[in-house]
């Protein structure tokens, strides 16, 4: 499993275009999204750093520094000649992440060339989040993690959480190379933003998802709520994560295993939102899996770890999510029928899906499934991250 998630990272490159060339992209095979996304690249960025990449991280940041905006934002996706191309816009969570990366990186390999050279990106990024916190304290956005406007409109946890990360590792960077007043004004910025994060989005039973501009909540079990931990900023164990955690476990689709984003059209009603079905998604079963096992739920952890296991068993990957055939079949209706979002690369996803469907046996009954974009990296990383958390768990398997 791990040696299938390193082979998949060893993918990530782009080597074929002059102006993008060594930038991350989010697939490893021609699929659904063929696109480099800021997002997805700074998780699989900290991944191959583990994995001693360290010249082709700072490659692809190199290249990703001439893709940012003079405002110093990073765009949702740039195609394979580096322009942008945006489905939705302000996601602010792709810049905070790719700050991070930068941030990682340097803290990771102390290679103070790199910092020079991405100095002013990091500067420049910092002021863009920092012009994003508005009077109550939190960062706006419109869409995040699910780039759904219904649900992350607003002031969303999700792109609060990242950011507070990217103002604190920025705070350990410029301490490190003798800044110590921005290391301070930043660490200042970090902690004035988790405690508004902690007074918002805590409350007293879960996380929340959403404060929309109008000031309605989204209050649901939607899997990005534990973005707390996944970001950093808060512990695996702190009972506030426990108590999220036990709120999403109904998440966890009894019929196929593994944790779904959220309930089929309880929340989000568009059915583009569905690509190749609901289904569970490897990269939220990964970090349930981690904060099971650092919750002490070692039998909950082992379950994920069963399950990511089948997956890759049976496709040979780390799928972006496995879906029922049948509900695959309604997406794909109610897909067409609209026509609004079919696109040349949709249709290649659609053509991989169906081609790589497998029969699936869980909880003792047979089903047929299909795997959703086989190739994607993003769980690949989740997976090299959050192993040495996962490794003695897996031993016991």
């Not at 998780?43 to 940041?61: P, Q, S, T």
């Not at 209050?219 to 950093?232: E, F, L, M, Q, T």
């Amino acid at each position: 499993m791990l040696e299938i998630a390193k082979r998949t990272l060893f993918k990530s490159r782009i080597l074929w275009s002059e102006k993008v060339r060594g930038a991350f992209k989010s697939e490893g095979e021609r699929d659904r999204y063929p696109f480099i996304y800021p997002r997805d690249a700074s998780r699989i960025g900290m991944a191959l750093d583990k994995l001693g990449k360290h010249d082709w991280v700072e490659r692809h940041y190199f290249v990703l520094s001439k893709l940012q905006f003079h405002t110093g934002e990073f765009a949702q996706r740039y195609d394979y000649e580096g322009k942008p191309k945006i489905s939705r816009p302000k996601e602010t969570d792709a810049t905070a992440l790719a700050l991070c990366g930068i941030c990682q990186h340097f803290l990771e390999t102390g290679r103070k060339q790199f910092l020079q050279r991405l100095l002013p990106t990091l500067e420049l990024g910092l002021k863009y989040l920092k012009h994003q916190l508005k009077e109550n304290g939190l960062v706006y956005g419109m869409h995040a993690i699910h780039e759904s406007q219904e649900i992350e409109n607003g002031y969303e946890i999700w792109t609060n959480c990242w950011t507070c990360q990217a103002f604190r590792l920025s705070s350990e960077v410029f301490s490190k190379i003798g800044r110590p007043g921005t290391a301070r004004r930043l660490g200042q910025t970090a902690k004035q933003l988790y405690e508004k994060i902690m007074e918002k989005f805590w409350n007293g039973k879960h996380f929340i998802k959403c404060i929309r501009p109008d000031g309605s909540i989204v209050d649901g079990k939607i899997i990005s709520i534990i973005a707390p931990a996944w970001s950093g900023i808060l512990p695996d164990d702190a009972p506030e994560m426990k108590k999220t955690v036990r709120f999403l476990r109904p998440l966890w689709d009894r019929r196929i295993g593994g944790y779904q984003r959220f309930r089929k059209l309880e929340w989000v009603k568009d059915w583009h939102w569905y690509d190749g079905g609901s289904g569970s998604w490897l990269n939220h079963t990964i970090l349930m899996a981690r904060l099971h096992a650092n919750q002490g739920q070692k039998e909950k952890a082992k379950e994920c770890l069963r399950w990511i296991r089948q997956v890759t068993e049976t496709f040979g990957s780390l799928p972006e999510h496995v879906s029922l055939w049948e509900e695959y079949l309604e997406w794909k209706e109610n897909e067409l029928k609209t026509g609004i979002h079919v696109t040349p690369w949709l249709k290649i996803g659609m053509k991989n899906a169906e081609k790589n469907a497998k029969r699936w046996r869980w909880a003792g009954k047979s089903f047929k499934v299909v795997p959703w974009v086989k190739s994607i990296i993003w769980p690949s990383a989740e997976l090299v991250l959050n192993w040495p958390i996962l490794e003695e768990i897996w031993k016991c398997l």
